[in-house]
């Protein structure tokens, strides 16, 4: 059989993607090579440019190409709300609902103690000093997700921020908008009844 190593690199460097395993990878890879070429020369022209040229912004710490990111440059959002959210693709998930107009500050994680993912990993002393420097900052809004290692972040940062002359909140959970209850699972249930308004 023919020398397959540039076929095997392709295909481990596929499985670096998250929840990609060996025979997801091997769809993919020859799905490129047998059907879009061009689409994978496309791909791979994209990822190269995207690893030389996206940066963290300098003060939410999203991606950006730009020293800061437009959501940081855009004059219009309230200066008194900062929140913190896990990843970009959870500020993304936010700015679509267009029902929040503050400012972001986006860890790039989550504390994992087991996974040997501490403070300094995720960026938290730059979180701090980018709240220290907000004069206008009225409100630190924690929208961590609601796993173990979201919640462990969220109570550090609150922690952290007792005594700084910030109302530190946090997202509410509860039932989804259009749920029955029946369907429900019981913790999102008793979270919805402690949380209720």
Known sequence: MADN???????????RLPGVGVKSAQRMAFHLLQHDR???????RALEHAAGS???????HTFTEDELCPTCRDPRRDHSQLCVVETPADQAAMERTGAYKGL?????GKL??????????????KLFDRISSEADLREVILATNFTAEGETTAH??????KGRGVQVTRLARGVPVGSE???????????????RR
């Open 104 to 108: 972001y500050f986006v860890l790039m």
């Open 112 to 125: 994992s103690p087991l996974d040997g993912v501490g403070p300094r990993d995720i960026g938290l002393q």
């Open 156 to 161: 550090v940062i609150a922690q952290a921020l």
């Open 54 to 60: 996206v940066k963290h912004c300098s003060l939410c």
């Open 5 to 15: 190593h540039s076929l095997e690199l392709l295909i481990q460097s596929l499985r």
């Open 38 to 44: 061009e689409g994978a020369v496309q791909l791979a």
């Open 181 to 195: 209850l029946e369907y429900v699972d019981l913790g999102t249930i008793a979270h919805a009844l402690v949380d």
